[in-house]
């Protein structure tokens, strides 16, 4: 019988690479997506359902969960794949700096909202993370939303690293309950991701010289679909960081349980959880 499988940033990149792959492996996927237009064309392509949100408002995550409740009795993964860089501090519709709302709080606010159902299922949560966790952030606890100091890069590292500590607070917390958390680094990817940044990050990212440096979305894809197919405590490690298909070192703060805890209940209070 097929698995009920949720990709969040399905509209293009590995999202929609992955969405490709898990329909071929006859999973029934639901892409999700910001743009209405891509995210139609790649549902239309594999004759899935489909829903439209922007994480930069949470109104819409919140107008997500209660969809995917309705059309899906059975969440059996969900993978929280959306996220982005972005060149100038903004704040959102909800007051939230950008980089931070749309890479780690409407994440962890889809994943609560969908807590109950995820637990029934027995659910894998795959958050999307990065190495820029590891050699890009500057982590303040008590600056969240980057009001003191702002960079692209470090904003981005930021939520990268929040992924992670998300990631192992919600396998300590809901674990037991049947929810299997597990984030990962899909690689370096050749897509248009970093043209929304500026300086090194952009050039890197679009360069004709840095190409032969990137992997492609299909490489990428595969790794968030190796989780998706595989057996958590099986093929792969609940609470773990994944490189290349296997456990991996990150940032050292992602080891501080304290802090894991801290970013959880400081995100709980500000979606009014």
Same mark, same amino acid.
């Given at each position: 019988?097929?698995?009920?499988?949720?990709?969040?940033?399905?509209?293009? $990149?590995?999202?929609?690479?992955?969405?490709?792959?898990?329909?071929?492996?006859?999973?029934?996927?639901?892409?999700?997506?910001?743009?209405?237009?891509?995210?139609?064309?790649?549902?239309? %392509?594999?004759?899935?359902? /489909? /829903?439209?949100?922007?994480?930069?408002?949470?109104?819409?995550?919140?107008?997500?969960?209660?969809?995917?409740?309705?059309?899906?009795?059975?969440?059996?993964?969900?993978?929280?794949?959306?996220?982005?860089?972005? !060149?100038?501090?903004?704040?959102?519709?909800?007051?939230?700096?950008?980089?931070?709302?749309?890479?780690?709080?409407?994440?962890?606010?889809?994943?609560?909202?969908?807590?109950?159902?995820?637990? %029934? *299922?027995?659910? *894998?949560?795959?958050?999307?993370?990065? %190495?820029?966790?590891?050699?890009?952030?500057?982590?303040?606890?008590?600056?969240?939303? !980057?009001?003191?100091?702002?960079?692209?890069?470090?904003?981005?590292?930021?939520?990268?690293? %929040?992924?992670?500590?998300?990631?192992?607070?919600? /396998? &300590?917390?809901?674990?037991?309950?049947?929810?299997? !958390?597990?984030?990962?680094?899909? $690689?370096?990817?050749?897509? #248009?991701?970093?043209?929304? @940044?500026?300086?090194?990050?952009?050039?890197?990212?679009? *360069? &004709?010289?840095?190409?032969?440096?990137?992997?492609?979305?299909?490489?990428? #894809?595969?790794?968030?679909?190796?989780?998706?197919? $595989?057996?958590? $405590?099986?093929?792969?490690?609940?609470?773990?960081?994944?490189?290349?298909?296997?456990? *991996?070192?990150?940032?050292?703060?992602?080891?501080?349980?304290?802090?894991?805890?801290?970013?959880?209940?400081?995100? @709980?209070?500000?979606?009014?959880?």
């Amino acid at each position: 019988m097929p698995r009920t499988i949720v990709i969040t940033g399905a509209s293009d $990149g590995i999202g929609a690479a992955a969405a490709r792959q898990l329909h071929e492996a006859g999973e029934r996927v639901v892409v999700v997506g910001r743009n209405p237009g891509k995210t139609q064309r790649i549902a239309d %392509e594999l004759s899935v359902e /489909h /829903h439209v949100a922007d994480f930069a408002d949470l109104g819409q995550v919140r107008a997500l969960a209660a969809a995917l409740l309705e059309t899906c009795p059975r969440i059996d993964v969900l993978a929280n794949n959306a996220g982005g860089i972005f !060149a100038e501090r903004t704040t959102t519709v909800d007051g939230f700096e950008q980089t931070f709302q749309v890479n780690h709080l409407a994440g962890f606010l889809l994943t609560n909202l969908l807590l109950e159902r995820l637990a %029934e *299922s027995g659910a *894998s949560v795959i958050q999307t993370s990065s %190495e820029a966790s590891r050699t890009m952030a500057r982590f303040d606890i008590d600056d969240l939303q !980057a009001a003191r100091r702002y960079s692209a890069g470090a904003a981005y590292g930021n939520g990268k690293l %929040e992924n992670v500590l998300f990631t192992k607070e919600l /396998h &300590r917390r809901y674990g037991e309950a049947g929810v299997n !958390a597990v984030v990962f680094h899909p $690689g370096v990817i050749g897509s #248009g991701f970093g043209g929304t @940044a500026r300086g090194a990050v952009r050039w890197f990212y679009t *360069s &004709r010289l840095t190409r032969p440096l990137l992997d492609s979305n299909d490489v990428g #894809g595969s790794r968030l679909t190796w989780l998706a197919l $595989g057996k958590p $405590g099986v093929d792969w490690q609940p609470g773990a960081y994944y490189v290349r298909n296997r456990v *991996s070192r990150t940032n050292r703060l992602a080891d501080d349980p304290v802090l894991a805890k801290r970013l959880w209940d400081d995100s @709980a209070a500000m979606v009014g959880l």
